[in-house]
C-alpha cells in the first residue's frame, strides 16, 4: 500500500513519441497526476483518458503535470493514442506488473480480450519532492474519481493548504 506522506516509489516508463518519463525528473508547480489505466482493451479508460485530454490545460493552470500509463506494449499504446484523440497527453506504456504492485495497484488476468495480465486502474497526486499526496485505486474498471472533482479538490487543497490525509497505516 502506497501511504499519503511517504515518498512514492520510482516510475519510469517510456512515453508514445519516444521519450522516457520519470517520476523523480519532474518538476511541477504543485504536484504531478499520475493516471493508471487498464489498456487499450478498456473503454471506460477510453473515456476517462479523453477527459483528461480536455482537461490538461485545467490541470496545468493548477500547477498539475499529468502522465497518464498503463502495463500495454508500445503497438497498444500508440494505437490508443491514436485512436482515442490523445494529442497532448503524455502516455507512458511497459509499466511492470512488479511496479504496479509497488503502487498498491490491483492486478487481473485476462478475460476475452484483455491481455493475461494487466493492473486494475488509479489515480496519484505526487508533491513535486516526490511524496504522496492523494490515492485512489480501483479493483475494478468502475467507479473512479471524476476529474472534475479532482479539479475542484485541487482548488480547495491549494487555497487552503490542505494536508494529505490517510497517512497513519493500518
Given at each position: 500500500?502506497?501511504?499519503?506522506?511517504?515518498?512514492?516509489?520510482?516510475?519510469?516508463?517510456p512515453?508514445?513519441?519516444?521519450?522516457?518519463?520519470?517520476?523523480?525528473?519532474q518538476?511541477?508547480?504543485?504536484?504531478?497526476?499520475?493516471?493508471?489505466?487498464?489498456?487499450?482493451?478498456?473503454?471506460?479508460?477510453?473515456?476517462?483518458?479523453?477527459?483528461l485530454?480536455?482537461?490538461?490545460?485545467a490541470?496545468?493552470?493548477?500547477g498539475?503535470?499529468?502522465v497518464?500509463?498503463?502495463?500495454?506494449?508500445?503497438?497498444?499504446?500508440?494505437q490508443?493514442?491514436?485512436?482515442?484523440?490523445?494529442?497532448?497527453?503524455?502516455l507512458?506504456?511497459?509499466?511492470?506488473?512488479?511496479?504496479?504492485?509497488?503502487?498498491?495497484?490491483f492486478?487481473?488476468?485476462?478475460?476475452?480480450?484483455?491481455p493475461?495480465?494487466?493492473?486494475?486502474?488509479?489515480?496519484?497526486?505526487?508533491?513535486?519532492?516526490?511524496?504522496?499526496?492523494?490515492?485512489?485505486?480501483?479493483?475494478?474498471?468502475?467507479?473512479?474519481?471524476?476529474?472534475?472533482?479532482?479539479l475542484?479538490?485541487?482548488d480547495?487543497?491549494?487555497?487552503?493548504?490542505?494536508p494529505?490525509?490517510?497517512?497513519l497505516?493500518?
Amino acid at each position: 500500500m502506497v501511504l499519503p506522506r511517504s515518498q512514492a516509489p520510482e516510475l519510469s516508463v517510456p512515453t508514445v513519441g519516444g521519450a522516457q518519463w520519470t517520476l523523480s525528473e519532474q518538476s511541477p508547480e504543485n504536484f504531478t497526476l499520475v493516471v493508471v489505466y487498464r489498456g487499450l482493451h478498456c473503454p471506460i479508460c477510453k473515456v476517462q483518458l479523453r477527459d483528461l485530454e480536455r482537461k490538461l490545460d485545467a490541470f496545468a493552470e493548477r500547477g498539475v503535470n499529468v502522465v497518464a500509463v498503463s502495463t500495454d506494449s508500445e503497438d497498444k499504446a500508440t494505437q490508443s493514442k491514436q485512436d482515442w484523440g490523445l494529442d497532448k497527453l503524455t502516455l507512458g506504456y511497459g509499466l511492470s506488473i512488479e511496479t504496479a504492485r509497488e503502487w498498491g495497484l490491483f492486478i487481473s488476468t485476462g478475460i476475452k480480450q484483455e491481455p493475461a495480465e494487466f493492473s486494475e486502474p488509479g489515480l496519484f497526486l505526487i508533491r513535486p519532492g516526490g511524496e504522496v499526496y492523494f490515492v485512489s485505486v480501483q479493483s475494478m474498471p468502475f467507479a473512479r474519481p471524476p476529474l472534475d472533482d479532482v479539479l475542484s479538490a485541487l482548488d480547495f487543497v491549494l487555497k487552503n493548504d490542505y494536508p494529505a490525509r490517510g497517512e497513519l497505516a493500518a
